[in-house]
């Protein structure tokens, strides 16, 4: 099974960025997550990381016919993207959303999520954590099926 993390622009400045919303464990830090949790799920995660909105639309094009499924914070453009939320529908791989910060109790723009209209399920305000329980929900949605 193998699974591909996409996340958007600043989330390499993990650690950096407003320590007091996204935490301090850095970008390096969601690396190894990612890795560690590949390891003990036993499957394959391929991360990906940009800031420019187009090069996340061709990466999620991408993974048509090669990966059972996407986690993807789109950062800030999860509140403006179609071109994203298009993409993900395109593709129709099954995809779970994922935010470090809760949103929900964040700037009203914050609450719009359109990425999220394409997704089975949507993972916010549990920090790092939430890419490892978006991965296993993906894997166990998979394995019922
Ligand atoms: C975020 C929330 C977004 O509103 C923000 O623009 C981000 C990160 C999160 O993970 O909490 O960059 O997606």
Request: charged share 25%; net charge negative.
């Amino acid at each position: 099974m193998k699974f591909l993390v996409i996340n958007g622009p600043n989330i390499n400045f993990l650690g950096i960025r407003e320590p007091g919303i996204y935490g301090s464990r850095s970008f390096a830090d969601l690396l190894r997550l990612l890795e560690d949790t590949a390891r003990e799920l036993d499957v394959e995660v391929e991360q990906f990381q940009s800031n420019h909105e187009g090069d996340i639309v061709d990466k999620i094009q991408w993974a048509y016919g090669k990966v059972d499924g996407i986690v993807i914070n789109p950062a800030a453009y999860t509140h403006t993207s179609v071109a994203i939320l298009d993409a993900l529908k395109a593709v129709a791989i099954p995809a779970v959303e994922v935010h470090i910060s809760d949103v929900d109790s964040r700037e009203s723009f914050r609450q719009v999520s359109y990425a999220g209209l394409a997704c089975c399920k949507t993972i916010k305000g549990h920090g790092l954590e939430g890419y490892r329980e978006a991965i296993l929900f993906l894997k166990s949605r998979l394995e019922a099926t």
